[in-house]
């Protein structure tokens, strides 16, 4: 039988001392951000159910405009370092969330995507401190491929276009003009889209005054969404705007806002450990062999795919639970967490001291990541219709967080880096049958960072039933606030 009670731990000075240096951090932290808007004009924006964000130069008028589209799962946040260096640069820029993406209600449909760009496009000519007879375009992944469709149809109105991971679109040696394409070397496919675009486009070309200029960067050491906060790719998107309209304002400005959002979470971290001695719940632990435990995660990275195939024949797990995509990891995870719960054969007491706990350090979990994340890469308050998505994956995905604490190894390195390759290794195998959920593929880069994330926290908390619950109200936040609305 399992026992359970709270520690009788005072605060200790050099657990003070914690609280004292948690504080130091997360205040520089915020010092960080809101120094990066010093100087500019920040709007937010909302025009036919568009939600929109402008960012403009105090001191500055009749500026070039630029156009940022973020790609699929993203949003107008995560253009957010485009946006700070441009603008720092001379620029005014819109960013938007498409249809179905952060804080658009609207599902996602045909024509959505040109319905949208027409709203931001007014919207930017409207700004006081636009010049709207200089657009210009930048785009990322889907929205590259929209950016370039918008260009080709209206190559008077928009001066430069730059795609970032592009896509596609049906470009000419004369359409769009300046194209600018950048990939990230740990792209592949994208590169070869990239070297596709730039021949058909007539190849590299420097007669940018003509309009017809060509270029193609290769970003070192980057992936599809790293890519995004990467100083080559900004600083080769302002050149190019510079050399089509002229430098506009001279800037040594490097986007560092997500080495705060690094050190905010570090010092909420730190003080989480300062003071869980002081909320601590103490429990009998269970015996788990190590067959029931690397034999329960072998088993369910894998014979979730075959309940997924075997379901994909009588629904469409792309919009499953309302969400593309994210429906369908929620039921991975609720397959993969009942399986290693059977394999383990035990489950821990649950009582209100637990769950309150748990909910406890999800809130500090979510301060130390979302209350910042708003205003460096993701939207990151849901809005009502993902909240219902957020709660669906929670409980979905919380047996298989309930299971990985139960099974946890004391050597909890090795097991975070066995999970992570687990995970990873068991959605790879859902590729492999079900291509059409091609976009998980975003999550495998996240699933080391998390993972580290929660064994951090795991080990302060050292409960279970805690740990489990606030992992997957953190995790389901993630897939919420990410995926599109189906």
Known sequence: MEKSSIEDCPLKPYRIGLLILAGLLIALSWWGIFSARSGLIVRSLNQEGVPLLYLAPKSLRAVPGVLVAHGYSGSKQLMLSYGHVLA???????????????????RLQDGSLRRNFGTAWNAIAQQPEVDATRLAVLGHSMGSGAVMDAAILHPGDFSATIAVSPTG?????????????????????FIRNAERILQQAGGSNSDVANGRGREFILVPNVEHITILFNSVSHNAARQWLDRTFGAQQQSQYVDRRMLWQAVHLIGWLIGLAAIMPSLQIVTTPISISPLQRWGGLLLSSTVPTAGLVLLDRVTDLQTLGGVQVGGAIALWFLLAGLIWLIVLRQIPQFNLKKLMLGIGVFTVLWIAVGAMAQLVWLQSVLIPVRLEVWGMIAIASLPWFLATEIAQSKQRAVWGIAQSVALIGGFIL?????????????????????????????????????VAIASALFFAWLLAAGFPLA
Do not use: C
């Open 88 to 106: 720092r640069s001379g620029y005014a820029v819109m960013l938007w969330d498409w249809d179905g993406h952060g804080a658009n209600p609207s």
């Open 430 to 466: 859902v590729l492999q049958f079900l291509p059409q959920l091609g976009f998980m593929f975003l999550l495998l880069p996240l699933f080391p960072v998390l993972l580290t994330v929660l064994s951090i926290v795991a080990a302060q908390v050292r409960e279970q039933w805690s």
């Open 169 to 189: 679109a049906k470009v000419t040696p004369d359409r769009p003009r300046n194209l600018q394409i950048q990939a990230g070397s740990w792209e592949g496919g």
